[in-house]
């Protein structure tokens, strides 16, 4: 058992397009930084509908998935990989419930968000999610390995 080279727990979080359009890209990777959370992949990308189809194909017979995928392909989104101790369930907490009503302050989408449709934020809800998600969103190459100088935690 080599502790060191275990791979840390990372979950795939994007900043929807209303959250960039919005200006709220500095605001939400600012949570996540300061959680303590390290970042290991960042880009701003248009979304493809196939992509937008495969990353929610989970919800396809859903009423609203047309609607879904046409938000989430309406603009640049932000695609982020993070890693850390419990990131997936914590991630999920500091986002906040999926409809921002039910989402409490202090939460992204309690702070930040008014309608389910517009809830500016996704993260992963498993750690296989997690792998899934960033697998499909990064190619390789993309995602960068790196030991913060002042983070012991995260090592
Ligand atoms: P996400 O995957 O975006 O983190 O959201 P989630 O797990 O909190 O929620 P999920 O049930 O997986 O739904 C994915 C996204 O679909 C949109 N949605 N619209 N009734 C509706 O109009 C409706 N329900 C869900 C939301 O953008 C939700 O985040």
Not at 125 to 131: A, L, M, T, V, W
Request: charged content about 25%.
């Amino acid at each position: 058992f080599l502790p060191h080279l275990q791979k840390m727990e990372e979950t795939y979080i994007m900043i929807k397009p209303d959250g960039v359009q919005r200006g709220l890209v500095g605001e939400i990777i600012s949570r996540f930084e300061k959680k303590g959370f390290k970042m290991t992949g960042l880009k701003l990308f248009k979304c493809p509908q196939e992509l937008a189809e495969e990353h929610y194909k989970d919800l396809n017979s859903k009423p609203f998935f047309p609607k879904l995928i046409g938000y989430i392909t309406s603009g640049p989104v932000v695609c982020m990989a993070w890693e850390g101790d419990g990131v997936v369930a914590s991630a999920r907490k500091l986002i906040g419930a999926t409809n921002p009503l039910q989402a409490e302050p202090g939460t992204i989408r309690g702070d930040l968000a008014v309608q389910t449709g517009r809830n500016v934020v996704h993260g992963s809800d498993s750690p296989e999610n997690g792998k899934r998600e960033i697998a499909l969103w990064f190619k390789e190459g993309e995602l960068c390995e790196w030991t913060p100088a002042q983070a012991p935690w995260l090592l």
